[in-house]
């Protein structure tokens, strides 16, 4: 376990950008638009006379809430902080998909392979702390990034109607950042299950491409797809189209990114209100999604994928 700790250390240590700069940076460069926005619409409003009108709208914040009021309070900024993670989770998906895509190509290409090779480390152990780095130790780091991003957004907002008379800082005893983090570090072992085909896809590109993974792996199973399509503008109805880009295509590529298990239904809910969105984002409304066999069916494909990228890894050292 001391041996696996440290082979998920280094490749923090190796990919930090990606891991925590990618995250931090992107909160950062969210929290100045919306600080750039805030101040842009205060010179607007006061070029124009809007914020005497913004005043006479916001001042219903600044008395004792209702029940409802305040619940209908607390979701919003309970939503407000998942959208900061959404984003960031966006960007969480870029990164261990190239991350995945690169981490066994790159030891070829570099050749420190032979280095790595020489050492007492099994191949199972590497390549398993490199799926560990990705689809758990990631997104820690981007939940927690997301967050913070969130609270500090918050802080931002209240600030700004500070500056017109509004105390609004009694409504931030509303909010539950902990339960936000609890629901969301609570998803990270289902994204690292829903994410195994992808991962396990990835890997394998990334094992046995002797140069440019990313055609093989992003090309390859849309050609097939094409071919299938054409298969069923030929008449061969018995070819399937429609579920191998869902549940082939989509699964491969596409679960790296946090959330992509939610449905359409899922998404109309969140667009709904807080409240509705409150439901779909919470733990158990999340894994509910492991009742349905494409899930576990993924899993076991993308475990296959995986045996068969430590496999490539044990017998393939030339790029």
Request: aromatic share 14%; net charge neutral; hydrophobic share 55%.
């Amino acid at each position: 376990m001391k041996t696996f700790y440290w082979l998920v250390k280094r490749e923090f240590w190796e990919h930090r950008g990606g891991f925590l700069w990618a995250p931090v940076i992107t909160g950062g460069v969210f929290l100045l638009l919306n600080l750039m926005g805030i101040i842009g619409g205060e010179v607007i409003g006061a070029q124009h006379g809007f914020h005497f009108l913004f005043n006479d709208r916001i001042h219903i914040l600044d008395h004792a809430l209702t029940a409802e009021e305040a619940a209908k309070a607390g979701a919003f900024m309970d939503v407000m902080m998942y959208s900061t993670s959404f984003i960031i989770s966006v960007v969480l998906g870029f990164v261990v998909f190239f991350y995945c895509l690169g981490a066994l190509y790159d030891d070829r290409r570099d050749r420190s392979l032979l280095f790595w090779k020489s050492l007492p480390l099994s191949d199972t152990a590497t390549v398993l702390a490199k799926v560990v780095a990705g689809t758990l130790l990631a997104p820690f780091i981007a939940v927690i990034c997301g967050v913070l991003t969130g609270i500090a957004m918050l802080l931002l907002f209240t600030v700004a109607l500070s500056f017109h008379g509004i105390g609004a800082w009694h409504l931030l005893v509303y909010a539950h950042p902990f339960q936000v983090i609890v629901n969301l570090i609570g998803s990270i072992p289902l994204y690292a299950m829903w994410a195994l085909p992808a991962t396990g896809w990835l890997l394998l590109c990334s094992a046995w491409a002797r140069s440019k993974p990313f055609l093989w792996a992003a090309v390859l199973p849309v050609v097939v797809g094409v071919m299938l399509g054409w298969f069923n503008l030929m008449g061969t109805h018995s070819v399937g189209g429609g579920w191998y880009w869902k549940d082939v295509v989509c699964r491969i590529l596409l679960s790296v990114f946090p959330g992509s298990w939610l449905g359409a239904s899922s998404y109309q809910s969140v667009s709904s209100g807080a409240e509705h969105a409150l439901d779909v984002l919470d733990l158990g409304s999340a894994y509910s999604v492991m009742a349905a066999p494409s899930f576990w069916i993924g899993a076991i494909a993308g475990l296959a994928l995986l045996a068969a990228a430590i496999w490539l890894r044990r017998w393939r050292d030339d790029t």
